[in-house]
């Protein structure tokens, strides 16, 4: 009887391991972001999906014949469960470049994943990537030109780029402003040849005082360089107002923005012109990115017609209800009015890439002018355009109005450069635009 038994197991045996192999599956590797160039210390995702798991994981950088182990993972392993629960995605991160490698050297490398699945068969499954060890930053050439600055202004400067880049454009404190290829350029980075540039940039309304504006570039793998270039800057004192806040004003507020609240309205009232505004801001400066790579304006931009100025860019508000000072915010536009339900006209030639209600600032048409440089009109009664829709300067888009947080019938209008707002009353005036911006966007031969 116990043979019999004992051969009755091996038979199971017999039949049970080839299902635990054939059982066996591979492992599929993808990387979170493609990986072209290696440098100091490049980050590196990874995931592995098996649905038996993965035993071990293991990164390994070849280069010159040595091999540089980057990585290793090993888990428990498991081979004889037939009843097992699929196991989710694997992720790795780790670090490749010189800091943790010292005897990389520039150059080409082949980067190789490799994944062994956590089952009887134990099969391994790899992905090679060719790549480039490059620890030398990019070099800029600076155009020979004088920029004249304002604080909360515009300005444009052209550069070239040298050696293997991704990004290129001008660092002002905290903000970034990208760059675009001249018009005698075909756009994309990363090329080895010179490469002439141009960036539109802001000098924003709150730099603080000695912060310098400079070109950078930087490689895929990270290195950076920068350049400064000649530039004189004019400060300037931005006006103080005091915004009485009525009973009238406060509850149209709050029945428009916080329908629906609780709590002492005063409180919500501070809510949204703090915490909305900071979100309505958000949505405006994510905007940049659907921007044109070329300019599809010209000439000067328009002001609404007839129009007298209720608010300046950059007004600095003190609110007040019943004699208490409650809010301190920046009105980063103009107010224009003339009579209710105005015509408001395109101020120039663009891409309408936004037309909807948002928060404060009501209904809000946003068009792009190509180069990160974007319009907005505000608190609109009326919206005659949809997103994706051609406008031409003068074209009527929209009726002012008193959505959102407007107490009148007026247009908030404000321009933004790659998501920063700046003072649309330089982009006013046809002197301006053409000695500080046209006579940049097109190439001239530089000096040598």
């Known amino acids: 009887m116990r043979r019999l038994i004992f051969f009755l197991l091996i038979l199971a045996l017999a039949g049970y391991l080839p299902v635990l192999w054939l059982r066996s599956t591979g492992t599929v590797l993808t990387l979170r ?65 010189t800091r943790k490698t010292p005897g990389l ?13 956590n089952d009887l068969r134990a099969r391994t499954d790899s992905l090679a ?9 990019p ?94 800057l004019f400060r300037k004192q931005f006006r103080m107002r005091e915004i009485l806040v009525s009973e009238a004003f406060l509850n149209k507020v709050l029945q428009e923005l916080d329908r629906g609240g609780t709590g002492e309205p005063v409180a919500r009232f501070i809510k949204v012109n703090s915490d909305l505004r900071k979100q309505n801001h958000q949505t405006l400066a ?72 948002l928060g404060i600032y009501g209904n809000t048409i946003v068009v792009d002018h190509g180069l990160a440089l974007q319009s907005i009109y505000a608190h609109l009664s009326r919206m005659q355009v949809k997103p994706g829709d051609a406008v031409k300067k003068g074209q009527i888009i929209g009726r002012s109005g008193s959505t959102g947080m407007a107490g009148g019938d007026h247009l908030h209008f404000s321009m933004q450069v790659d998501g920063v707002p700046v003072n649309p009353i330089e982009w006013w005036d046809s002197h301006w635009i053409q000695d500080r911006v046209l006579s940049n966007l097109r190439y001239k031969p530089e000096k040598h």
């Open 139 to 232: 070099a800029i050439s600076v155009d020979e030109g004088q920029h004249y600055i304002t604080l909360g202004g515009s300005e444009v400067v052209a550069f070239s780029v040298s050696g293997y880049w991704t990004e290129a454009g001008v660092r002002v404190g905290k903000y970034r402003f990208r760059s675009f290829a001249r018009e005698d350029q075909l756009p994309g980075p990363g090329r080895e040849r010179a490469a002439r540039r141009i960036c539109l940039f802001a000098y924003p309304y709150d730099t603080p005082e000695g912060e310098v504006p400079v070109i950078y570039a930087r490689n895929p793998a990270g290195a950076e360089v920068t350049a400064r270039f000649w530039h004189k």
């Open 33 to 97: 972001e493609e990986v072209k160039v290696i440098g100091v210390a490049t980050p590196i995702g990874v995931v592995a999906v098996n649905p038996h798991g993965v035993r071990e994981f293991r990164a390994v950088l070849e280069q010159g014949g040595q091999a540089h182990t980057l990585f290793l993972r090993n888990e428990p392993g498991v081979r004889w469960n037939l009843f097992r629960k699929q196991e989710n995605p694997r992720s790795y991160e780790f670090e490749a470049g």
């Open 105 to 117: 050297r520039n150059g080409r490398a082949s980067l190789r994943l490799e994944a062994i699945s």
């Open 286 to 357: 994510e905007l940049r990115l659907q921007t044109a790579d070329r300019p599809l304006w010209s000439g000067p931009f328009l002001q609404l017609a007839n129009s007298s100025v209720e608010a300046q860019f950059c007004d600095y508000r003190r609110y007040f209800y019943h004699g208490q000072s409650i809010d301190e915010q920046v009105h980063l536009g103009f107010d224009l009015a003339v009579t209710a339900n105005t015509p408001v006209a395109a101020a120039n030639d663009g891409k309408v890439i936004h037309a909807a209600p």
């Open 129 to 137: 990537l060719e790549v480039e060890v490059n620890t030398r930053p």
